[in-house]
């Protein structure tokens, strides 16, 4: 993992101690909250229903043991013993004083962590693969460009007032766990004919109220040019975006109307003009690239008889390898996921408890490493499965070893109604009522990979527009309706979700998913998925059979 | 009148200015001037055969290329921001030092607050008219609030990976 060195570190006690008088100055009376808003939205802090929240920045959603127990004794000290983890693997206060605020800053920096950027309209935290490093299928390690974006995008002199919040997601898998394609630019990392490392850049996608799946503006883009192309399509979008509309300032409304041809026309010429001089020296590549170099693998046979005999004799820890134990490229080990979706837990909520235990997990079975997944989840990505067993039973007494992953429960929500001040509606108990509905692991097994995604509003945070099934809250005249679409996918096969049709009211909405379930169990052809059959058999099915009741 | 703060030798100070900016309703007035992009372009010509110094204020959504003939006649550039929050003379500011070599002035003017100051130097102002009656001192103290930079930009500061091979 990448270590920060002394300059790393003086940039966040530079950091902490601006703050530190910016609060101080809004304590004092000296500034009034409309000129510290900018102020503190500069440093994740923002004024929600109920309390301030700060959102601690992850980035690339990497943390260390120390790390992740430093968030466990923050939440347990300033706030009420937990966290939420957030979709862009983010983790979130809900309940923080502003006094605290400086303090909290201090003790996150003497673990290496900040809230830069976290809010405002600048470069926000890349999303990469939380299997990188740990999964055979990559091509290289995309820490390596997220970390060189980390520093590149960290108070940039020239992009740090955007039009509007700007999201980079990179991955190096043919299997995307980043969303890729509905970020602001998907990055996606891949082999020449001749070995060569470029990139994919795809441009303009995004939610909201205008998803789009972003197009391709550049097959392939030498690896050690990107800072400079970054640049180039930055400041096109920092000239040309929209300032005059909130909703319409995201580089996806320039890209759609521009085309994506002249945009990527206007990139090409800005990035001809750049040349090589933005982007990094070989040599810092290099040690970058050096910090994510192989970890210390033991060489193992690829079976565990410790591991085998625990699956055959332990039904439960069977089901959690069956759902929640991925591949590893190194023979012996395997990627562990753990569930943040308890049923009837809110999804993405870790007490502070639990994340002391999967900190003392990652040091004692995982190398030390932990990621944070876009699904709000949470990953020890090199576990010996001779230590699987373990590691499980620690979970499970933990209340985290839900063995559901990608399955009908692990739903991503937005914190919805009940902390935010933008949500029409709540988002957090339709996912627990649905997720209560489908509490029977044998059936949920039955249904396979189904991805629900609920936002409590337009702004689309919890994702809805690429959910399998998306459910999206409205407000009706004061009351809470809930706008359901299908067959959305934030993977490599990207696509925005179609409605299905009126708006239900908030008692029905875990009915309709079952009956959605239903006509997909019953029209499913072998191996399909909620997602195929959807798209095999369009919305018709699914349509009857929710508003059969209506008609 | 707004003060003016001045960054010179790495030092920031108060200073009187010298230039009187001319709205395009305004007489012309005597002395060094700052004028918007179309009177530039209409009257700039007369403005300069007189011997003054002559700059142009661009907004926001002018962008420097239409002054690349110009700036080897030009004093100062002056860019606006309406609000802070837009960035668009940040592009301004750095092309005009990066790609345009301009050794002139640029100042910053409008929407300008300290807590701004260690971007706008970083692109290459040396000039500014604060909003927020920062004095110099609190202008120098905020620029100088980081220690290290990660990225080239028009300043000329070693960025982190240079300091790191140095």
């Known amino acids: ?551 | 009148m707004p003060t003016l703060i001045e960054l010179k030798d790495d030092v920031y100070r108060g200073a009187e200015d010298p230039f009187t900016h001319v709205a395009d309703d305004q007489d012309m007035a005597a002395g060094d001037v700052i004028v918007s992009l179309n009177r530039f372009q209409s009257e700039g010509e007369g403005l300069l055969s007189e011997g003054r110094r002559v700059g142009v204020r661009l907004k926001a959504e002018e962008e420097v290329e239409v002054l690349a003939y110009d700036l080897p006649r030009l004093a100062v550039v002056a860019l606006e921001f309406p609000k802070y929050r837009d960035g668009r003379a940040y592009t301004n500011a750095r092309l005009l030092r990066e790609r345009f070599r301009f050794k002139g002035e640029i100042r910053a003017v409008g929407d300008v607050l300290r807590e701004q100051a260690g971007f706008m130097v970083r692109v290459g102002f040396d000039a500014f008219e604060p909003a927020d009656d920062a004095s110099a001192n609190e202008w120098q103290a905020a620029a100088r609030r980081y220690r290290h930079v990660y990225q080239r930009s028009a300043d000329g500061r070693a960025p982190a990976f240079a300091e790191r091979e140095a």
């Open chain 1, 1 to 551: 993992m990448y270590q920060y060195d002394t300059i790393d570190k003086a940039m966040l006690a530079d950091r902490s101690s601006e703050f530190r008088g910016q609060v101080a100055r809004r304590l004092a009376g000296e500034l009034t909250e409309d000129q510290f808003k900018p102020l503190r939205l500069m440093n994740g802090l923002y004024l929600q229903l109920h309390a301030y929240m700060l959102r601690v920045a992850i980035p690339y959603g990497s943390l260390n043991p120390a790390q992740l127990r430093k968030l466990a004794w923050i939440g347990r000290t300033y706030d009420k013993g937990y966290g939420h983890f957030t979709t862009r693997t983010n983790l979130q206060f809900h309940w923080i004083k502003l006094a605290d605020t400086p303090d909290i800053l201090d003790h996150l920096a003497s673990v290496d962590m900040h809230a830069i950027q976290t809010s405002g309209n600048c470069i926000r935290n890349t999303t990469t693969d939380p299997y990188a490093g740990a999964t055979a299928e990559e091509v290289d390690d995309p820490r390596v460009w997220a970390e060189a974006i980390r520093q590149w995008s960290t108070f940039h002199p020239e992009f740090s007032f955007l039009p509007r919040k700007f999201k980079i997601a990179i991955t190096a898998a043919p299997k995307d766990r980043t969303a890729a394609r509905v970020h602001d630019i998907g990055l996606v990392l891949k082999r020449a004919r001749d070995g060569a490392l470029g990139f994919e850049v795809i441009v303009g996608g995004g939610m909201g109220r205008t998803p789009y799946v972003g197009p391709t503006i550049r097959e392939f883009l030498p690896v050690n040019r990107l800072l400079s192309y970054l640049e180039a399509i930055l400041r096109v979008y920092n000239r040309h975006g929209r300032r005059d509309n909130i909703y319409k300032a995201r580089i996806k409304i320039l890209v759609a109307a521009l085309g994506k041809d002249e945009f990527a026309k206007q990139v090409e010429a800005e990035w001809a003009k750049i040349g090589e001089g933005s982007d990094l020296p070989d040599t810092e590549l290099a040690r970058i690239r050096g910090a994510f170099a192989a970890t210390n693998f033991e060489v193992l046979p690829a079976q565990s008889e410790a591991f085998e005999a625990a699956k055959a004799s332990t039904p439960a820890f069977a089901r959690f390898v069956r759902n929640n134990v991925k591949p590893h490229k190194k023979p012996g080990y395997g990627i562990v996921e753990v569930s943040l979706k308890g049923i009837g837990d809110t999804p993405g909520d870790a007490t502070s408890e639990q994340m002391d235990v999967v900190a003392d997990l990652a040091e004692q079975y995982g190398l030390g490493d932990i990621r944070v997944t876009h699904e709000q989840n949470l990953v020890l990505p090199h576990v010996k499965l001779d230590d699987v067993p373990a590691v499980w039973a620690a979970l499970a007494e933990a209340g985290i070893a839900t063995p559901n992953i990608n399955l009908v429960s692990d739903i991503i929500a937005c914190p919805g109604l009940d902390y935010c001040a933008l949500a029409n509606a709540r988002a957090i108990p339709i996912a627990q009522h649905i997720a209560e509905k489908f509490r029977d692991q044998d059936r949920a097994e039955k249904i396979g990979e189904l991805k629900i995604k609920i936002s409590g509003c337009i702004n689309a945070c919890g994702h809805h527009h690429v959910g399998h099934i998306g459910i999206l809250g409205v407000d009706k005249k004061g009351e809470e309706f809930y706008q359901l679409t299908l067959g959305g996918s934030g993977a490599e096969d990207a696509s925005v979700g179609s409605m299905l049709g009126p708006a239900l009211p908030y008692d029905k909405v875990a009915d309709a998913v079952d009956t959605l379930v239903d006509v997909y169990l019953r029209e499913r052809q072998d191996g399909e998925r909620f997602l195929d059959t959807f798209r095999r058999t369009g919305v018709t099915p699914f349509k009857e059979a929710v508003y059969a009741d209506a008609h």
